[in-house]
């Protein structure tokens, strides 16, 4: 990168910074004290209060930086609807439909799912509004709506989106120490979440950089993986790794048809 590209770049390690010490010591403060938020209610709020990482990085790091305008900009961006609204259909459907496919290629070959949401579908609506909060506005200001927007000033879309897929993913690492995610492997869970980044790119480059957009479609990737089509009841089968080689093939076309340059037309 130039060299008056630098402020830029110190801008990203500080938020970069920000976000990784402010969650981890939430969430390493809680494996040191062996409490699981899946056990024990008094370890939630802790939990909570970590995720908000990102969103306070993002909102801190611009302010010391740029100043109160440029907090407006950002903060204007998690109510951006201003884009062609076709881009609903891949931000609501994209995962159901991917896992759906899994889950019933999982189905067909044997295994089961327990889909407990069927009984009441309508459950699904206050819990898809609570990860809106949790998932979407207290992370995607900060990696869509801040870090992906320093990183494609220097790089391509694709490029970025591998870059902060990798830096999602280590973010995430303490959840793992906590047992957030049962017996899913750390390589499975990087394959997922840069795959993940690619996608998120693609649906803010289409949607007018809209934070609001990657918020429901954060919202919906968790409402899907966590209740929807819970597929990592699988264990490592053959329908996990049928979804190995969908997602990725499905990513790798909306790279080729959007270009990897700018994911968007």
Same mark, same amino acid.
């Given at each position: 990168?130039?060299?008056?590209?630098?402020?830029?770049?110190?801008?990203?390690?500080?938020?970069?910074?920000?976000?990784?010490?402010?969650?981890?010591?939430?969430?390493?403060?809680?494996?040191?004290?062996?409490?699981?938020?899946?056990?024990?209610?008094?370890?939630?709020?802790?939990?909570?209060?970590?995720?908000?990482?990102?969103?306070?990085?993002?909102?801190?790091?611009?302010?010391?930086?740029?100043?109160?305008?440029?907090?407006?900009?950002?903060?204007?961006?998690? %109510?951006?609807?201003?884009?062609?609204?076709?881009?609903?259909?891949?931000?609501?459907?994209?995962?159901?439909?991917?896992?759906?496919?899994?889950?019933?290629?999982?189905?067909?070959?044997?295994?089961?799912?327990?889909?407990?949401?069927?009984?009441?579908?309508?459950?699904?609506?206050?819990?898809?509004?609570?990860?809106?909060?949790?998932?979407?506005?207290?992370?995607?200001?900060?990696?869509?709506?801040?870090?992906?927007?320093?990183?494609?000033?220097?790089?391509?879309?694709?490029?970025?989106?591998?870059?902060?897929?990798?830096?999602?993913?280590?973010?995430?690492?303490?959840?793992?120490?906590?047992?957030?995610?049962?017996?899913?492997?750390?390589?499975?869970?990087? %394959?997922?979440?840069?795959?993940?980044?690619?996608?998120?790119?693609?649906?803010?480059?289409?949607?007018?950089?809209?934070?609001?957009?990657?918020?429901?479609?954060?919202?919906?990737?968790?409402?899907?993986?966590?209740?929807?089509?819970?597929?990592?009841?699988?264990?490592?089968?053959?329908?996990?790794?049928?979804?190995?080689?969908?997602?990725?093939?499905?990513?790798?076309?909306?790279?080729?048809?959007?270009?990897?340059?700018?994911?968007?037309?």
């Amino acid at each position: 990168m130039n060299k008056h590209d630098d402020p830029e770049n110190r801008n990203l390690l500080l938020y970069l910074l920000v976000a990784f010490v402010w969650t981890w010591v939430f969430w390493l403060s809680l494996f040191l004290l062996s409490k699981s938020p899946l056990e024990d209610p008094s370890a939630v709020p802790f939990f909570v209060i970590g995720g908000f990482g990102p969103f306070i990085a993002a909102v801190s790091v611009t302010h010391f930086t740029e100043g109160k305008d440029a907090v407006r900009r950002l903060v204007k961006k998690g %109510i951006n609807y201003r884009f062609k609204k076709i881009w609903f259909i891949p931000i609501f459907l994209f995962f159901p439909a991917v896992n759906g496919l899994i889950s019933l290629v999982g189905v067909m070959t044997g295994f089961t799912l327990d889909l407990v949401w069927l009984s009441n579908p309508l459950i699904l609506v206050p819990t898809f509004l609570l990860l809106f909060v949790l998932n979407g506005t207290a992370e995607e200001f900060g990696w869509r709506g801040y870090a992906l927007e320093k990183l494609q000033r220097g790089y391509g879309a694709a490029v970025s989106s591998l870059i902060l897929g990798f830096i999602w993913w280590l973010w995430h690492i303490p959840l793992f120490f906590l047992g957030y995610y049962g017996d899913l492997p750390m390589w499975l869970y990087l %394959i997922q979440i840069v795959i993940w980044a690619i996608l998120f790119t693609w649906i803010y480059n289409n949607t007018n950089r809209s934070v609001f957009a990657t918020m429901i479609f954060h919202a919906m990737a968790n409402l899907t993986v966590g209740y929807m089509f819970p597929v990592s009841q699988f264990g490592l089968s053959l329908p996990i790794f049928f979804g190995l080689i969908l997602t990725p093939l499905l990513t790798s076309l909306i790279v080729v048809i959007w270009g990897p340059r700018r994911l968007a037309r």
